[in-house]
């Protein structure tokens, strides 16, 4: 008995250390020394916690509302949970299987003394991880979790993206509104005065009815934005995790904080902190991983086994132990065994060369939202330049009108031209905040890459 227990933990101990499979090694990233897009030195955006230098504290507000109860929040959260299960269940493998039995029965005897027989026992099986299959199985589901933890993350920074891209939406709609319905009433006042002279004689009816279509121009525009600002609003409330509400207002977008200067650090820091690149390197991992499991499945496999009880008839009492060995392995298999492995291998390329052009997807977007903030930065000076001159000329043409000196037709032309400019810079204006968000987004900000973010239980 005592050899055989040694025997069998032996055998236990010699499995620990014959691992079959690749090793999972992190493969060479593309060379990207620097943006081409002209940065400013300094500490990346994606340090930062960004929305607060908007000093808006609405908008900390609706985002701290979403990270508490957006529902696609929830789903990634409920994945780790998943994922985590899932590791459990592997690592339960390592660890012997013990069940037990219990029967009764009793036989009445005609003429002969009733049995009574009662038995019991403890069955304790081993599959001896000669291979490491079942540690190359725990590797695959701990990267698994990893991946999913990454996604996660890849989930929270979009939402927060999301919540302030629509905030400042909102925001901007606002202001156009505001336009539309100032430049109503402005147009009242003009079709009023070229009504009374209308009336007077002075004018032609043509210039009292393109007075008209003017000011109706205006208020259908001012009827498009409300529709606009109520869809954004609904939108917002999505994000939040509720039903269709009235958002508060914090800072107009004139008055949002936007920073001077929007370092994007360097392209060797995107691969360590943007979570999608981190999620598509744990999926390699794991994938990597599961060519050993497929190689390990063609190599035999010893099953260690012991049987305790006991057993009780009338009063006789008996108790028994068994200890076992079972060898199994394939013999043939028409060769399926070692297609699994050629699976498993081929899914491996698939998810490097996904791994790579998740990178080279991530330089591409930080790229275009590198370019996107300087352009729409230059596109709304030029048109803050270009509404101040349409003011100037709307005011000199209406002296000219009121004085004979130019026709309504000139008026109508500059009327349109500074409404339009209006428009233009505030959606340039939007345009230039928004990249401010997308280039955080892009470089993965929000988050240090050396903590779990918060809500994220840690790996065990």
């Known amino acids: 008995m005592r050899r055989a227990m040694f025997l069998l933990f032996a055998l236990l101990l010699s499995s620990a250390g014959c691992t079959v499979g690749p090793d999972y090694v992190r493969p060479p990233v593309p060379d990207y020394p620097a943006y081409r897009s002209q940065t400013p030195p300094g500490r990346s955006i994606a340090d930062l916690e960004w929305w607060k230098i908007f000093n808006d504290p609405i908008l900390v507000g609706l985002i701290d509302t979403a990270l508490a109860n957006n529902l696609d929040l929830r789903v990634a959260m409920a994945r780790i949970e998943e994922a985590r299960a899932q590791l459990g269940i592997s690592r339960a493998d390592l660890y012997p299987g013990v069940v037990y039995g219990a029967n009764a029965d009793h036989t009445a005897q005609s003429g002969r003394k009733d049995i009574s027989t009662a038995t019991g026992s403890v069955n304790i099986s081993y599959i001896v991880d000669l291979w490491g299959q079942v540690r190359r199985a725990n590797e695959a589901s701990l990267h698994q979790l990893l991946a999913t933890e990454e996604a996660y993350r890849t989930v929270t920074i979009a939402l927060v993206a999301q919540v302030a891209g629509a905030y400042f939406q909102l925001r901007s709609i606002d202001k156009r509104l505001d336009i539309s319905e100032s430049t109503v009433?402005?147009?009242?006042?003009?079709?009023?005065?070229?009504?009374?002279?209308?009336?007077?004689?002075?004018?032609?009816?043509?210039?009292?009815?393109?007075?008209?279509?003017?000011?109706?121009?205006?208020?259908?525009?001012?009827?498009?934005?409300?529709?606009?600002?109520?869809?954004?609003?609904?939108?917002?409330?999505?994000?939040?995790?509720?039903?269709?509400?009235?958002?508060?207002?914090?800072?107009?977008?004139?008055?949002?904080?936007?920073?001077?200067?929007?370092?994007?650090?360097?392209?060797?820091?995107?691969?360590?902190?943007?979570?999608?690149?981190?999620?598509?390197?744990?999926?390699?991992?794991?994938?990597?991983?599961?060519?050993?499991?497929?190689?390990?499945?063609?190599?035999?496999?010893?099953?260690?086994?012991?049987d305790l009880g006991g057993s009780v008839t009338n009063t006789i009492n008996k108790a028994f132990a068994t200890i076992g060995a079972g060898l199994l392995g394939p013999l043939f298999d028409a060769g399926r065994s070692k297609l699994r492995v050629e699976v498993e291998a081929a899914r491996t390329k698939q998810l490097l060369a996904q791994y790579k052009q998740t990178i080279l997807s991530a330089f591409r977007e930080v790229e275009d939202a590198l370019a996107a903030v300087q352009l729409n930065k230059?596109?709304?000076?030029?048109?803050?330049?270009?509404?101040?001159?349409?003011?100037?000329?709307?005011?000199?043409?209406?002296?000219?009108?009121?004085?004979?000196?130019?026709?309504?037709?000139?008026?109508?032309?500059?009327?349109?031209?500074?409404?339009?400019?209006?428009?233009?810079?505030?959606?340039?204006?939007?345009?230039?905040?928004?990249?401010?968000?997308?280039?955080?987004?892009?470089?993965?900000?929000?988050?240090?890459?050396?903590?779990?973010?918060?809500?994220?239980?840690?790996v065990k």
């Open 185 to 306: 009433e402005t147009r009242r006042k003009s079709l009023d005065i070229v009504k009374t002279r209308y009336e007077a004689g002075m004018v032609s009816e043509v210039d009292f009815q393109q007075a008209r279509i003017q000011l109706t121009n205006a208020e259908g525009s001012a009827v498009s934005f409300r529709l606009a600002r109520a869809r954004t609003e609904h939108a917002i409330g999505l994000l939040l995790g509720g039903p269709p509400v009235s958002i508060p207002r914090g800072r107009s977008i004139d008055a949002q904080a936007l920073p001077a200067e929007v370092p994007a650090g360097v392209p060797s820091d995107l691969v360590e902190r943007r979570p999608d690149v981190r999620q598509a390197e744990q999926l390699l991992a794991a994938q990597t991983a599961r060519i050993g499991v497929a190689e390990a499945g063609r190599l035999p496999s010893l099953t260690l086994s012991a």
């Open 378 to 458: 230059s596109m709304y000076e030029i048109l803050q330049r270009q509404v101040a001159a349409a003011q100037a000329a709307t005011d000199l043409t209406w002296i000219r009108y009121q004085e004979g000196m130019t026709s309504f037709l000139e008026v109508l032309d500059i009327e349109r031209s500074l409404f339009s400019s209006e428009l233009g810079a505030t959606d340039a204006q939007e345009q230039y905040v928004t990249a401010i968000v997308q280039l955080y987004t892009a470089l993965g900000g929000g988050w240090n890459p050396k903590q779990a973010p918060a809500g994220t239980p840690p």
